[in-house]
């Protein structure tokens, strides 16, 4: 009987061992199918690493770039390989690649030095605000990018190449000549891409995209290009959703077609040089010069944008809301009111006043 009992035990230990043998097997199939490359697929595709990431957080990047299979088995993989320390920048990564391939990319200097340069410009910034990130992000200083886009050889060239740029870039009263038609975006270049020409007509390629849509309306309209993105402008400052943006736009033709000066604070925090963030001073508002609305006789649009509007902004200076409205005024949590005349736009404020969301 014992011996009938070891010769069952030990088979039940065999087919036991088999079973784990070939559960491992199974395992490792299905870890090696989930970290492989999701396709034969070589196109490219960008994945950028910012500052904070982990090999962790990216995972999610990574999948919806369908460039992984699974999250879950990819931090497996990271789990298990304890890979170099990641690095920041923008990759070039394709489907094709495995998860270890992914990886050796990401963490290898060779690659981050041969990886492409991330510029992100978010919409309403200026043009010194714009050079700032070029000198954060490439090693051209923010004075050298500032002092080629005002070089009027190099703009002749521009507009020689660009049909929305116009002689109207070059009235002396306006601060930086293509201010507005940089197109705010994300832009990636490779390093052998890192020149203020290549990185400007990038921009410029991308603007040129975006107006084309529009082009036979901006041609055929009563305003020009030039003065379509100045409006746009104020509007990207003025408004935050579509809607208020299309509504800006139509008080701001009301008072132009009236007669009226535009009395922005937008242009006369860019008439200053200084940012929204600062208070403005009696004098900042009674200066007169080509940028400042609250002058009362700059009656108007000021003589060029102030700032790089989206194409939201521009879609709204080219389709206004006609209403009957002249003032608008935005409280702290930027929702916008919209008055007939001034008695009504005086109430508005006393009340955002009493209500502590007076925003000015």
Not at 90 to 95: G, P, T, V
Not at 191 to 219: A, G, M
Not at 258 to 280: H, N, Q, V
Not at 281 to 307: K, M
Request: glycine share 4%; proline share 2%.
């Amino acid at each position: 009987m014992k011996k009938v009992r070891k010769f069952k035990l030990g088979k039940f230990l065999l087919f036991l061992l088999l079973l784990i043998i070939i559960l491992i097997l199974i395992a490792l199939g299905i870890y090696k199918y989930q970290t492989s490359a999701v396709s034969s697929n070589t196109d490219s595709k960008i994945i950028d690493v910012d500052e904070g990431d982990n090999y962790y957080t990216i995972a999610s990047k990574l999948k919806k770039q369908n460039l992984i299979r699974s999250e879950t088995f990819y931090k497996i993989y990271i789990k298990l390989a304890n890979p170099k320390s990641l690095i920041t920048g923008s990759y070039e990564l394709n489907e094709a690649m495995s998860v270890r391939e992914i990886v050796k990319v990401l963490s290898d200097e060779e690659s981050r030095e041969n990886s492409t340069i991330k510029l992100t410009f978010r919409e309403g910034l200026n043009i010194t605000q714009m050079a700032k990130i070029v000198e954060e992000k490439t090693n051209i200083k923010a004075d050298e990018f500032i002092n080629k886009l005002a070089d009027k050889t190099y703009l002749e060239s521009l507009k020689q190449d660009y049909w929305f740029i116009t002689d109207e870039i070059y009235n002396s009263e306006i601060y930086y000549p293509l201010e507005g038609y940089l197109y705010p975006d994300t832009y990636h270049f490779e390093p052998n891409e890192l020149d203020i020409d290549t990185i400007v007509r990038k921009i410029l390629d991308n603007t040129e995209t975006k107006l084309n849509e529009y082009k036979e309306q901006l041609q055929t309209n009563e305003y020009s290009v030039h003065q379509i993105l100045t409006l746009a402008s104020i509007v990207e400052l003025e408004a935050v959703s579509d809607e208020d943006r299309a509504t800006v736009a139509g008080v701001l033709y009301n008072r132009l077609n009236d007669g009226w000066s535009l009395g922005c604070d937008a242009t006369t925090y860019y008439a200053a040089k200084k940012p929204m963030t600062e208070r403005l001073t009696q004098s900042d508002l009674t200066a007169c010069n080509g940028y400042n609305t609250r002058c009362t006789s700059l009656i108007g649009l000021p003589v060029g944008p102030i700032d790089n509007p989206s194409i939201s902004s521009i879609k709204a200076a080219l389709n206004p809301t006609q209403s009957d409205y002249y003032y608008f005024v935005a409280d702290t949590n930027k929702q916008v009111y919209f008055t007939k005349n001034a008695t009504e736009h005086d109430k508005i404020i006393a009340k955002l006043k009493d209500e502590g969301k007076w925003a000015a």
